[in-house]
């Protein structure tokens, strides 16, 4: 019996959306410091970004960034800012 090789890694491009997004999260290391949060935040954003959530905020509520620093009425404000410099928003 023989195995197959895995499947290759699809990376994404610079200038794709999700990149951005992903990159613009992972700069927020002061406001929610675990790893862990920052991609679940980043992929509810990713739902917003999608029309499958209301709002930013909706999309902070349903990430529920245990390790943030700060209140999410400020989180809020600081990724919106952060999604404008992208070009997300």
Known sequence: ???????????????DTIKKLYSAIDELKDAVPA????????FCLNMFLNKEAESVADAIQQAKPGSATVEF??????ISKKLKEKGLL
């Not at 019996?1 to 200038?15: L, Q, V």
């Not at 862990?36 to 980043?42: E, Q, T």
């Not at 009425?73 to 600081?78: D, G, M, P």
């Open 1 to 15: 019996m023989s195995t197959k090789a895995p499947a290759g890694i699809k990376y994404f491009d610079e200038g």
């Open 35 to 42: 790893n862990n949060d920052r991609n679940r935040l980043s």
């Open 73 to 78: 009425k400020v989180l809020e404000e600081i």
